[in-house]
């Protein structure tokens, strides 16, 4: 990119157990239509060749994402984030420099997903936690997807206790409240950044959530992109289209 190029390199963060391979439909059609765009698509901690970590705090996993980005050589980047890596993401924009956020179909309260991460804690502790992922990736849409993409779900990913309880973590460790509290200083930053935040969500929004979103981050722009919990799989085309908006 020369140094007249005004535009923000993207910085792709994938979802929990998945890794930097799930990006690559999306990374082709960039190619097609912003060949020369920066894009770094990362391993998050734990994840793909990432190493290991005692512990998946939030903020920790946004300062290792962000010594990748300056070891990259990049300027002040569009972070995107899917799942859980949107939850980095956010957390990421609130704490270092970037010019927007474009979040994929992640919820940032706990809500009823937090209750069945805490019911299902024992379970995840013991010899069946397989059977916690595994009924969570039943409601995902998988089967709507394209072959390619389905592949790419079903291989590109290493489903690992320590990740799941490491990632849930704060929800294993803190009351909705206190998370609600953590989201909403985070988003009141990112508005007095002036950081433009999208988020792309695979159904309508429920109203208490979006009544609560609006409130703290008044100028997101809400895109619904009805399907799998995939997006950026689904339909990569459409979310590349977006991200060079």
Known sequence: ?????????????????????????????LAAIDPDRQVLALDLPGHGDSPRRDSYLMSEVAEVVHRQVTEAGLGTPVV?????????????????????????????LPGPFGAAVRQAEPTLRGPQWRQVWDRMLAGMGIESLPAEARAIVTTATDPRP???????GEILR???????????????????RRVPYRWVTSSEPPARYLAWLTEVLPEVEVTVLPGSHFPHLAEPATIARLLVS
Do not use: C, F
């Not at 140094?3 to 990374?27: A, E, F, S």
């Not at 609130?94 to 940032?108: E, K, S, T």
């Not at 320590?162 to 849930?168: E, I, K, N, R």
């Open 1 to 29: 990119m020369n140094d007249d190029d005004n535009r923000p390199p993207l910085v792709l963060i994938h979802g929990l157990t998945y890794d930097k391979r799930q990006w690559d439909p999306v990374r082709r059609e």
């Open 80 to 108: 995107v984030g899917h799942s859980v890596g949107a939850v980095v993401a956010t957390t990421y924009a609130a704490r270092y420099p970037v010019r927007g956020v474009v979040n994929l179909d992640q919820i940032l």
């Open 162 to 168: 320590d990740l799941l309880l490491g990632y849930w």
């Open 174 to 192: 803190s009351s909705d409240a206190d998370i609600a509290a953590g989201r909403s200083a985070d988003l009141r930053t990112i508005t007095e």
